[in-house]
């Protein structure tokens, strides 16, 4: 539903409340004309980027955890654990640290300041109701889940992505980049036609042993070196602490998709995988294969679909890395030992450049550069179609 029907549903008690929040001046016992005078000045251009100027990044961290996805309707818990998930934990810790120089002390020994504790995660959803942002359903059981109306999130995605736009650095074409559209699609020929001609021993924990998997990886299109020992490598795969990351998505691809499977200590190809072995390449497969990229890794990466999207309006033309990693780091919470920073580049751009989405380049006077490729438009405006289908 849009603003203005939950708007009709609400009871007068909320609308009186919507209407202090954007100083209505109206009749207050008359629903009608708080409803056309909320409408007003909401549809106001400069009272919605007013309050968007205002909110703070963990505010817009929720926000933006409500904009992209299928699901229509949240509950209470659900909406708390985002409020909470917004708030990343090396923030807390730079509030919780002391000053580097502790202030001397005087002979009126007045209290040191303590900075006011952050509003609950109810205080702030309540302040998201007041601002006509979340309503509650009417009956039933629904009466019980929040909702975000339609056309306020397409408008505070599009408030957001101008927003966003406006510190980007754009520029013309690199003459050198890097593009791998296809490249994936025909891996997987190259992977199922290596393990249907050759006995793949693994290991006691299904892995393969390295002298197989080196053999594999010096027959696909990207040529990716073995992890180093010891190095931390979990979350993104069945066996990512063994594999490198692209083929780690292609190995857990082919087997989810049946055309490999482990067992008795040997990789063996399935009847499924000799079929697509034999098949010409399908073009719904791309798609496939990045909605099974954004089930793998959303784990991890929480925020992984606003992120893709951001990506995506943001990198329509060439622009450089540098300045897009500046609008969206605030939004990427560290996992584990992976930094902000590690999960941009490593765990978002290089999968979208392997997947075949992006191109990579690099400018001679702006640096690295990345721009959408002509199959990430149809792949992720179909993939962002379906999820707000109710796919995902």
Request: net charge neutral.
């Amino acid at each position: 539903m849009n603003l203005s029907d939950m708007l009709s549903y609400a009871d007068i008690g909320q609308l009186s409340k919507i209407a202090n929040v954007y100083h209505c001046e109206c009749n207050g016992n008359s629903k009608n004309e708080l409803i056309q005078s909320i409408l007003a000045q909401i549809n106001r251009h400069e009272v919605f980027e007013e309050l968007i100027s205002g909110m703070k990044i963990e505010d817009l961290r929720f926000l933006n955890s409500l904009l992209f996805e299928s699901r229509q309707s949240y509950s209470l818990e659900d909406l708390i654990a985002r409020v909470q998930q917004s708030r990343f934990e090396d923030e807390k810790q730079e509030q919780k640290e002391p000053a580097a120089e502790p202030p001397k002390k005087t002979k009126s020994r007045k209290k040191a300041s303590v900075p006011p504790p952050p509003p609950s995660p109810r205080d702030i959803i309540a302040r998201f109701k007041h601002q006509g942002w979340l309503f509650n359903g009417f009956s039933g059981p629904g009466r019980y889940l929040f909702q975000v109306p339609n056309d306020l999130k397409a408008r505070f995605r599009d408030t957001l992505q101008r927003r966003f736009a406006e510190k980007l650095q754009y520029t013309d074409e690199p003459p050198m980049y890097r593009d791998e559209q296809g490249l994936l699609l025909d891996d997987i020929k190259h992977l199922l036609h290596y393990v249907y001609h050759n006995e793949v021993q693994l290991v006691s924990d299904g892995s393969m042993y390295k002298r197989y998997l080196q053999q594999v990886l010096d027959r696909l299109g990207v040529q990716e070196e073995l992890p180093s020992k010891g190095a931390w490598r979990f979350g993104y795969g069945r066996h990512f602490n063994y594999y490198p990351d692209r083929f780690s998505l292609l190995y857990d691809y082919c087997r989810s998709a049946s055309y490999i499977q482990e067992g008795e200590g040997v990789l063996s190809i399935t009847e499924k995988g000799l079929e697509r072995l034999q098949a010409a390449p399908m073009a719904a497969e791309q798609e496939q294969m990045f909605r099974y990229w954004l089930k793998l890794y959303k784990g991890p990466v929480t925020n992984l679909l606003s992120l893709v999207h951001w990506v995506h309006a943001l990198a329509r033309d060439w622009v450089t890395v540098e300045s897009v990693r500046e609008v969206l780091l605030p939004f990427i919470k560290t996992y584990y030992y992976d930094s902000p920073n590690a999960i941009y580049e490593a765990r978002l751009l290089k999968m979208l450049t392997h997947l075949g989405l992006l191109r990579i380049g690099e400018h001679p006077q702006y640096g690295a550069v990345m721009k959408v490729t002509k199959t990430g438009h149809i792949v992720m405006e179909g993939g962002e179609a379906q999820i707000s289908g109710g796919r995902y």
